[in-house]
């Protein structure tokens, strides 16, 4: 405390009065610094809760971001997993309850190989990418990135082949039946020549493992597959000849195919182009478009379109990859996706479709038109239906009944009795 320089002589009462009032002074002054410094505090502790407030909620805003991408990313997978496994085990188990002149024929036999290659090819790959999802280190093991990339070559070149072999065995039941018995086409034939797909497969899927070529993580981190852009002469050859011996199984399923629907629509025509009467017409074509006919029509058709659309993307994608050399991540994804989806699809045409949908629109349909029609049912019934539904193989017979219809005369009819030998009236 410092007292004026020219203080007036004082007395000492007057003297300690007026050092009270400075101290009081100064007093009174310091709770107002005090304030005045708390209240900067709390300024900038507010300041910093709210700066941290805001960094926590952007942290906050950001996982769950993340969390709704991962569960859209893993949703797929895991969706498709279900699905190709259910769709299969159901085949499965409608195969197993069919009638047993149909389990000895050689396309029974090859549809249950479709669907147990399908099932099998599904519950591999499926968890591998998966567990992919949860834990981006599952594949890039190299060990696991190979088996990876085998199990898609193989089932994909597998499904393929064994869908050709089915398409094929059509077209020589229809088309070729002579060379279909001299060949003794039955179930034993078709399981050597599955054995035969197998094994072949497995030994070209394993060439990238040998050296040939090599499996590398995909840009996207989720599968694995060769390296299909690499420039090195020998893993190029590899990639082009997957590709073509992949393109040369779909043209040969979609020929195939239509070959057969040709023969069906040709025998149509000619069946009903003949110079009889209209009710022999009527009867006949009720006869070809039974339900042998119709479900193969359309289960050809189908093939044709599903093998297309899900196995031409991942072709392109390989040609492509092979001879343009740019990185296009997300077509190889979408390509392999899409390849994906058939095994899922395949169940549902061959099996389910074809036994259940059809059976019971024509059933409803036959219905239909008996009640509107003048003649008996049971005339129509014995015309040629029995025949074709007790029989092993279906089209092959539905091709030789039409064969002899086309040879007799108009008047020409079966008998209830025996519909082995024709009558004359």
Known sequence: MRLPEKVPLLTPYLLLQEVQKE??????DRPRQISLSN??????????NITHGSVSMNETLVQHSQASKFETAIALPIFMFVGGAIGNIIAIIVLSVSRQERKSSAFYTLVCGLAVTDLLGTCLASPLTIANYMDKTVLTVQHVCEFHSFLLLFFGLTGLSIICTMAAER??????PYTYQRWGVDRRFAQKFLFFIYISNIFFCCLPMMGMSKSELQPSGTWCFIDWGTEEPVAAAYTVLYGSVSLLLILGTILLNLAVCGALLLMRQR?????????????????LSSAAETQMMAVLVMTSAVVLACSAPLVVRAFANCFILKNYPNADLAAIRIAAVNPILDPWIYILLRRSLFRKLLKLSRQGSSTRSTSSPTSQATLFYPVIVRDSHVITQLMCNANIMTQLPATAKFTSYDTESPRQT
């Open 39 to 48: 209240t900067r505090l709390f300024l900038a502790m507010e300041s910093l």
């Open 171 to 176: 077209y020589m039941s229809i088309c070729c």
């Open 271 to 287: 069946t009903v182009q003949r110079p009889v009467t209209r009710a022999s017409v009527r009867d006949r074509w009720r006869a």
């Open 23 to 28: 101290m009081h002074s100064q007093i009174l």
